[in-house]
């Protein structure tokens, strides 16, 4: 089964766990990555080795709103797909969730 099965079959709390956590011990390395809101898009910006470069470069590149999230890659396409995954999930409705999906929202 691929990780993007994997990521579907998972339970929001799964998610969560799975895309925000850091874990020095994992067995592959953790990334930081800058999430802002710009013109009503979501922007990615990234990857950062720590939290703390992170947190500088979304200061001055956004001017402090933007939040810093871990992910398990490097890959900003990959990136992508799990913080879509992640607003996803996090929907409470699943006409909320298609829509979401369907660029409407």
Partial sequence: MGR???LLNMSPEELE???STYSPHAKHGY???IV???NGRTVLLGAYNTEEEANRIGYSKV???FNVISLPTRDTARA???VKAKK???SS???ESMARMKHQI
Avoid: H
């Fill in 93 to 95: 409705s699943l006409d």
């Fill in 31 to 33: 990334f930081w990555w």
């Fill in 80 to 82: 992508s797909q799990l």
């Fill in 63 to 65: 001017n402090g709103e």
């Fill in 17 to 19: 766990q799975s895309t």
């Fill in 36 to 38: 802002a809101l710009r």
């Fill in 4 to 6: 993007g099965k994997e």
């Fill in 88 to 90: 996803l999930y996090s």
